[in-house]
């Protein structure tokens, strides 16, 4: 599943706005929008991970929900 590291994460939205999936919430977080990935709505097709400026998305281990595995 992939995870975001809320001490990472800036807030640019740029993982909400990309996701095809409607996966990722916005949530009241005090001095920045804070975001966090729904793991069910989640279909893992990592766009949200490769595209985060700060690298603040992250893959934790395991198999690909579509198969296969993150490189
Ligand atoms: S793209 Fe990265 S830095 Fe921007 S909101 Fe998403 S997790 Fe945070
Ligand atoms: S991996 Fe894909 S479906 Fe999952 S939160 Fe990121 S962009 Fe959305």
């Not at 800036?10 to 999936?21: A, D, R, S, V, W």
């Not at 709505?41 to 690909?64: D, F, H, Q, T």
Request: proline share 3%; net charge negative; aromatic share 8%.
């Amino acid at each position: 599943m992939f995870v975001i590291d809320k001490t990472e994460c800036i807030g640019c939205g740029t993982c909400y706005k990309l996701c095809p999936f409607d996966a990722i919430g916005e949530k009241e977080g005090g001095e920045k929008q804070v975001y966090e990935i729904n793991d069910e709505m989640c279909m893992e097709c990592s766009l949200c991970y490769k595209a985060c400026p700060l690298r603040a998305i992250n893959w934790e281990e395991g198999v690909l929900k579509g198969g296969g595995a993150i490189v």
